[in-house]
């Protein structure tokens, strides 16, 4: 008989009955025959130091961060990676054999991966990048976006203040344009990203003008419910290669699972499908 602790992961936020993070953690573990399970924690800010620093005593080898939780949690980690510091937020927590808390931001790697496994073609370096919004995402998008070679990010959001900000932390390969401006930014972009919740189910729609987008132009929207927005919907008209919001959210997950179960999972047509069904 193996007396093995059974490894446990976890999605902690608040709320997180819709986080899709449990669904697709326990398709991997029955998929790669792993003894292991992944819940979803409701906890509120107040508690969410004291519910970080039980779960290594309860046999938790990790876990992810949702909202309102991914910048709070930094101040409980004991070790913090570059990239998790320089987004300014964690999404993955690996709690080490030497009880330390190691914080990590993953959100990056999977929109990178995202993009390439659904337009194989792309050049990051090919031209300029134009990013809608300057929220959490678009830190992590940013980041990412530099580290593979972009040359110039034209970012646009509705309250300016924001956008400059992190055109302060990032630097001048950053340029902020005016919300009114946003639809000229279009033609020149080789990449455009909507960080934004603009186009989601219950949340504002999508206005920007998209007639300035061009054919060959690689168009990713982070939003995937509905899947497929406005704005990738007229890309495809546009002649754009368009990438959906689905693919980030499971390529992020992809090194917390190897991490915690010692697997590397794969991103396929089989893991898509399970997720949305």
Known sequence: MSHEKIPLACVIGSPIAHSKSPKLHTYWLKKYNIAGHYIPIDASVEHL???VRMLPKMGFVGANLTIPHKEAVLEIADLVTDRASLIGAANTLIFRKDGKIHADNTDGYGFISNVKQGAPSWQPNAG???IIGAGGAARAVIASLLDVGVPEIML???????AEMLQTEFGTKIKVVDWVQAGNIMEHA???VNT???GMVG???FR???DGLKPGTVVTDLVYTPLKTKLILEAEQAGCVTVDGLGMLLHQAVPAFERWFGVRPEVDVETRAMVLS
């Open 156 to 162: 646009t959001n509705r309250t300016k203040a924001r």
């Open 49 to 51: 130091g004291d519910v």
């Open 128 to 130: 300029p990048a134009a």
């Open 208 to 210: 920007i003008p998209l």
């Open 196 to 198: 934004s919740s603009l």
């Open 203 to 205: 949340a504002a729609e």
């Open 190 to 192: 080789t990449t455009v």
